[in-house]
Structures are given as structure tokens and as C-alpha cells.
């Protein structure tokens, strides 16, 4: 049997090679991928915090993992509702709701995390910064200091409610385009419909993923990659034009009095026009001939400039 490296390493080739992922359930048979998933969550601040069961990391055994295993190869494992809590927005006196599931729904959904970040995650577009390996902020606001130069506008957009407005069909969709495996699709659909439990009343989940889910953020991405491509193949094209700014007509014409003193002899007179060009920027900003459109985005934020 495979180790988890291997195995991610295999998934992320196919992904970088823009190959169909098939037979991807049966992966889910392999113990160590669930190993390496418990290393990465069971530090987690919520590991010990129980969902809609008294279930916690603290119940974690080879015999467990053993269990979810015999479940899924069955098609006999049960997605338990989400315990629903609500936690105040940074800056703000306004609550989001946050879901709490069982410890063996985190495991199970950091496996598939683990599985569907290695293929999806080379053919994610560069403008995605947020929840992603080796990007984050710094990484989206470095970008915004080092290519965005000369950006005179920018508009900034936030996708209300979006983990909770993701439309399953859609997002089975796009999961269907590239994974070809309707066992693995079905595990994830019961996922996305198994509902929470808010004040100990069951509600359904018509559409969403559960903010708080190990699994939510990685799913926002693949539905929100449509937007980045649309973007960048069909808008940012639509708005481009140029080869390169003209020059700033104020800036040229200092240069041209200025090595024209030269010329005569006017060392002085021409280092005061130099100094006044320092001031001013060489190419126009409001070159109507040239025009670029820059896109980034962060989770369910985007920023976009010309």
C-alpha cells in the first residue's frame, strides 16, 4: 500500500497535467492518508470542542479509523449534522454562524481536503491568495505592491454569505468536469445536505457548505475558480489595450528644455528642470491608450484595478 505522499503526490500530477481523477473513493480506503490528516488537525483549537456528538479527538485510535474506513467501503458512512454555533465578526458587533462537526466528520473531511488540494491546487488561478498553501495576505498584498504600479482605480467587492450560498448543483458541477468517480461525488453531495443542528433543532442545508467545515474553504475556491478564469480569459482581455504608456507630455517637455540648456551650455538652469522631472512621473497615468485590468481575489473578497 501507498503512503500519503506517494498518494498526493500521484493526485498532484494529474492535476498539474490537467488529467481526469478517477477512482478517487477507493483512496479513501487507505489508512495512511487518515494518519497524515490527524497530524494536521489534531493540534486544532476545535479538536476538543464536541460537535452534534460528545465525540472528540480525544476518542482517536487506529480501531476508529479502521470503522470510518469499513463505512465508507460499505457506502454505509453518515455525515452527522453540524452543531451550529454563532461567533461575532472581527470589527464588528454583527454573528456568523460557524458549524462544529464530530471529530470523525473533521478526519474524514481532511482526507478528502488533502486529496482534492493536491489535484485542484496546480491548476488554481495565481490571483487566488485565501486559504491556500503558501499564499495568504501578505502574499496578495505583495502582489498588489509589486505589479499593480500605476493603478489609478480600484474597486473592491465582497461576496455576501457566500459559504452559505454555494449552489450544490452548480458546485457537483464543477466537481463532476474533473472527477470522474460518482461514488466519491455522492460522499460530498451527502456532505453538503446533511443539515445542522442549531439549538438542538435539525434544519436542512438546501445549498452551502458550513462555515467552521475542514472541507468549506477548499470548496469555495474550486466553485469561485470559475469567476478568476472568466476574469482572466474573457474580461481582463476585453479591457486591455497598449503596448506601453506615452510619455507624460509635462515630463517630456522638461527633459526637452532641459537637454536643450545642456546643450547651450546651462548646467544649472538644466539640473533645476531635472530636479522638477524627479517629481513628476514619466509615463502618463492617463494614457487613454493604454489600459490594463488586474484581478485578485481572497476567499469571497476581490479587488479589481486599471
Not at 205 to 226: M, V
Request: net charge positive; proline share 6%.
Amino acid at each position: 500500500m501507498r503512503t500519503a505522499d506517494q498518494v498526493l503526490s500521484i493526485i498532484h500530477e494529474r492535476g498539474k497535467r490537467g488529467l481526469p481523477l478517477e477512482r478517487v473513493y477507493r483512496l479513501l480506503f487507505n489508512p495512511a492518508l487518515y494518519l497524515k490528516a490527524y497530524g494536521k488537525i489534531y493540534r486544532n483549537n476545535g479538536a476538543l470542542t464536541p460537535g452534534s456528538t460528545e465525540e472528540t479527538v480525544d476518542g482517536m485510535s487506529m480501531s476508529k479509523i479502521a470503522a470510518i474506513i469499513e463505512a465508507l467501503r460499505y457506502e454505509r458512512y453518515h455525515w452527522t449534522p453540524v452543531r451550529r454555533i454563532y461567533i461575532e465578526k472581527r470589527h464588528s458587533k454583527k454573528k456568523r454562524p460557524l458549524g462544529l462537526p464530530s471529530w470523525s466528520n473533521k478526519l474524514l473531511q481532511e482526507v478528502m481536503r488533502l486529496i482534492l488540494s493536491a489535484y485542484y491546487e496546480p491548476q488554481f488561478s495565481p490571483s487566488s491568495h485565501g486559504f491556500r498553501p503558501g499564499r495568504g495576505c501578505h502574499t496578495a498584498l505583495s502582489e498588489i505592491y509589486h505589479t499593480w504600479i500605476g493603478t489609478k482605480w480600484m474597486v473592491e467587492g465582497d461576496i455576501a454569505q457566500c459559504f452559505d450560498a454555494l449552489d450544490h448543483s452548480v458546485l457537483l458541477s464543477i466537481l463532476s468536469e474533473n472527477i470522474h468517480d460518482g461514488r466519491f461525488l455522492r460522499l460530498i453531495e451527502g456532505l453538503l445536505k446533511a443539515g445542522y443542528l442549531e439549538e438542538w433543532r435539525y434544519h436542512a442545508t438546501y445549498s452551502g457548505s458550513p462555515q467552521g467545515g475542514i472541507l468549506s474553504p477548499l470548496l469555495a475556491n474550486i466553485y469561485l475558480d470559475k469567476l478568476d478564469k472568466f476574469v482572466e480569459t474573457t474580461l481582463a482581455p476585453a479591457y486591455t489595450r497598449g503596448e506601453r504608456r506615452r510619455v507624460n507630455p509635462p515630463y517630456g517637455a522638461l527633459q526637452r528644455r532641459a537637454l536643450d540648456l545642456r546643450k547651450t551650455g546651462k548646467r544649472e538652469e538644466a539640473e533645476t528642470l531635472r530636479h522638477q522631472m524627479q517629481c513628476l512621473p514619466s509615463l502618463d497615468p492617463t494614457d487613454p491608450g493604454y489600459r490594463r485590468m488586474r484581478y485578485l481575489r481572497y476567499a469571497d473578497d476581490w479587488l479589481s484595478a486599471t
